[in-house]
């Protein structure tokens, strides 16, 4: 007698946490429309299977269009000030004048997140990958703006993560709130 058909299953790797992309696309706004209007959550994941087949087949911040966003941030979060927990944080930026690179320090930027490199992982919300004309950027956002050692400790993990050399800046929501191009209050 032979043996059984075995069924093959496949093994997933589930996530410490969940965590969900959002798009936004300012490229055509409409008169009027506030702020966060073309905000789009897109997909939920919460396995290492799932952010591969997800990453490979749509999200890399090099095919948006100018004045696009794509955002990764724990489940449950908006993208938005006004989350309560993204209320009192704030974020660290990294600029990059290049579409690979761009993907590259994206790129990183998840796996570490996801990956729960961060010594401070409760206090990290997201990351923004925002696409614009003349130049580039991520930002990390945090939900403890005034924790300044803790904010320090994340920014330079996010450094070492990247392999990036120049200063990046944090700046707290609130400042940017009130100034457009609000002052970093620390620097790494």
């Not at 948006?64 to 704030?90: M, Q, T, V, Y």
Request: one cysteine or more; aromatic letters at 12%; a negative charge.
């Amino acid at each position: 007698m032979g043996e059984p058909d075995e069924v093959e299953t496949k093994q997933t790797h589930p996530l410490e946490k969940k965590w969900t992309f959002w798009f936004d696309n300012q490229s055509k706004p409409k008169q009027g429309a506030a702020w966060g209007s073309s905000l789009r959550k897109v997909y939920t994941f919460e396995t290492v299977e799932e952010f591969w087949c997800l990453y490979d087949q749509i999200f890399k911040p090099s095919k948006l269009p100018a004045n696009a966003d794509f955002h990764l941030f724990r489940s449950g979060i908006e993208p938005k000030w006004e989350d309560p927990e993204c209320a009192n944080g704030g974020k660290w930026i990294v600029t990059s004048s290049s579409k690979t690179n761009l993907d590259h320090l994206w790129l990183e930027t998840l796996m570490a997140m996801i990956g729960e490199q961060f010594d401070e992982a409760e206090d990290i919300c997201g990351v923004v990958a925002s696409v614009r004309p003349r130049q580039d950027k991520l930002a990390l956002w945090t939900k403890s703006a005034s924790n300044e050692a803790a904010q320090m400790r994340i920014g330079r993990k996010w450094k070492e993560i990247l392999d990036f050399a120049d200063k990046i800046n944090y700046s707290f929501h609130d400042d940017s709130k009130r100034e457009r191009s609000a002052k970093g209050r620390y620097s790494v």
